[in-house]
């Protein structure tokens, strides 16, 4: 593309230089929310028993003065199976999503306002409710082992009760990952980071 006049190249420099303009509401309206899922189990019984196996067998291989003796299994390999297919059983696979900012919120806002709720003071059941509602909001659904998916409408009781029959570790494992997904400070940095 040929110029003809001084104002023609001057155009072309500005159109060349010029960034352009947006609007950085409208970019980040509808931000995109991080999803995950995490796989827990409830038979806590097969989990110590090959939680222990496990443990033997290390030990063994550790104080082993014979390689042939450390090859040995301190299990049956069909009780260790039965024992694995019994905890494959019981997985119960939340799938999670991130709560957005403006949600965190209003539901902060609204716990704020329905508990005697004063800045400085440990208030233990906004706390709670505060905390289980942001998990409940967090899961999407969950699916059984067999395939089955749950019709259960998550609420902050709700998650006070699964968190009551789950075993501690399961437990902790949905709630940090649910958190993790709505507190995800630091991943963007690190993704935009990342040296591929």
Same mark, same amino acid.
């Given at each position: 593309?040929?110029?003809?006049?001084?104002? +023609?190249?001057?155009?072309?420099?500005?159109?060349?230089?010029?960034?352009?303009?947006?609007?950085?509401?409208?970019?980040?309206?509808?931000?995109?929310?991080? /999803?995950?899922?995490?796989?827990?189990? /409830?038979?806590?019984?097969?989990?110590?028993?090959?939680? @222990?196996?496990? +443990?033997?067998?290390?030990? @063994?291989?550790? %104080?082993?003065?014979?390689?042939?003796?450390?090859?040995?299994?301190?299990?049956?390999?069909?009780?260790?199976?039965?024992?694995?297919? @019994?905890?494959?059983?019981?997985?119960?696979?939340? %799938?999670? @999503?991130?709560?957005?900012?403006?949600?965190?919120?209003?539901?902060?806002?609204?716990?704020?306002?329905?508990?005697?709720?004063?800045?400085?003071?440990? %208030?233990?059941?906004?706390?709670?409710?505060?905390?289980? /509602?942001?998990?409940?909001?967090?899961?999407?659904?969950?699916?059984?082992?067999?395939?089955? /998916?749950?019709?259960?409408?998550?609420?902050? +009781?709700?998650?006070?009760?699964?968190?009551?029959?789950?075993?501690?570790?399961?437990? %902790?494992?949905?709630?940090?990952?649910?958190?993790?997904?709505?507190?995800?400070?630091?991943?963007?940095?690190?993704?935009?980071?990342?040296?591929?």
């Amino acid at each position: 593309m040929a110029f003809e006049t001084e104002t +023609e190249i001057e155009s072309a420099i500005e159109a060349a230089l010029d960034k352009g303009t947006f609007d950085v509401f409208a970019h980040v309206r509808g931000t995109s929310l991080p /999803t995950d899922s995490v796989v827990v189990y /409830t038979d806590a019984d097969a989990a110590l028993k090959l939680s @222990r196996i496990f +443990e033997e067998e290390a030990a @063994r291989k550790a %104080n082993a003065d014979d390689y042939s003796i450390a090859d040995e299994p301190v299990a049956d390999e069909d009780e260790i199976s039965a024992l694995h297919e @019994r905890l494959l059983e019981t997985a119960l696979t939340f %799938n999670l @999503r991130g709560v957005a900012p403006k949600a965190v919120e209003a539901i902060e806002k609204h716990l704020k306002a329905t508990h005697e709720f004063k800045e400085g003071t440990a %208030n233990e059941s906004f706390a709670e409710e505060f905390n289980n /509602t942001l998990i409940a909001k967090s899961i999407q659904s969950v699916t059984r082992a067999d395939g089955a /998916t749950s019709d259960t409408t998550w609420g902050w +009781e709700q998650v006070k009760d699964l968190s009551s029959e789950l075993y501690p570790s399961e437990a %902790n494992k949905l709630f940090i990952a649910a958190a993790q997904l709505t507190y995800v400070g630091g991943i963007f940095d690190l993704a935009a980071n990342a040296d591929f």
